[in-house]
């Protein structure tokens, strides 16, 4: 089977930067997804590695090391706005299909004037 | 453009009701998924589809039925509903891989249900 793991919460202040970090385990890995969540509504889509190594996407990136099956995400210069649940995803075989997405249970963000 | 549209996005059944919750996309996505979100928790995967006329299980499938007559619908069938279905449905699609952005999912904005 697959298991995620990652913090139940951060709080962090706004401006400053945190690290969200996920671990996980897994066969037939393919990569490692990232989602944010406001209450209450969709999931949508941050950034997704399949390799070793950062990927950066305007304010927040994501990273991978395969071989510690660990990844996490970073968001910089912090905003109010960025307060949500942020979940990880792991991507593996799965059926017929070859894209299973399997999710963390997330980790809430607070950020804090 | 509209992505993925669910409805309806609140219901309240009585256990041992049925009901459909419907899923649409408008862009062209071949794959489609059913999650299911409880309180604090993360997704977990009911059914899925690669395209029309192939569903599949996921971890949870039990007490949930699907079908894929066309691209655009994947609608998921309660049948004989129970106080343990009471959850948030989301549904999403993707692109099949090699395609531009076929990383992310698209999710709808859920189904909130409630089995009293």
């Known amino acids: 089977g697959q298991s995620l793991e990652q913090p139940s919460e951060v709080t962090a202040v706004e401006g400053a930067i945190v690290q969200i970090n996920c671990t996980y385990q897994?066969?037939?890995?393919?990569?490692l997804s990232w989602y944010q969540q406001h209450d209450g509504g969709a999931p949508t889509f941050l950034s997704y590695?399949?390799?070793?190594g950062l990927e950066e996407t305007g304010r927040f990136s994501s990273f991978l090391s395969r071989s510690d099956s660990y990844g996490y995400l970073l968001l910089q210069e912090l905003q109010m706005k960025d307060s949500a649940s942020y979940f990880c995803?792991?991507?593996?075989?799965?059926?017929?299909?070859?894209?299973?997405?399997?999710f963390g249970t997330g980790t809430q963000l607070k950020v804090e004037l | 453009n509209a992505g993925v549209t669910q409805t309806p996005k609140f219901r309240i059944l009585k256990i041992g009701q049925s009901m459909t919750l419907q899923c649409t996309q408008d862009?062209?996505?071949?794959?489609m998924y059913w999650y299911r979100q409880d309180p604090g928790m993360g997704l977990k995967l009911i059914y899925y589809?690669?395209?029309?006329?192939?569903?599949d299980k996921g971890e949870v499938p039990n007490g949930y039925n699907v079908s894929r007559s066309t691209t655009e619908d994947f609608p998921l069938r309660l049948e004989l509903a129970a106080p343990s279905q009471t959850s948030v449905y989301f549904c999403?699609?993707?692109?099949?891989?090699?395609?531009?952005?076929?990383?992310?999912?698209?999710f709808g904005s859920g189904t909130r249900l409630t089995v009293v």
């Open positions: 999403a699609s993707k692109p099949p891989p090699g395609q531009p952005d076929s990383y992310g999912y698209t």
């Open positions: 897994t066969s037939g890995f393919y990569g």
């Open positions: 590695n399949a390799l070793d």
């Open positions: 995803a792991v991507r593996s075989t799965g059926g017929g299909g070859g894209n299973k997405l399997t």
């Open positions: 862009m062209n996505h071949n794959y």
């Open positions: 589809s690669v395209g029309a006329g192939i569903t």
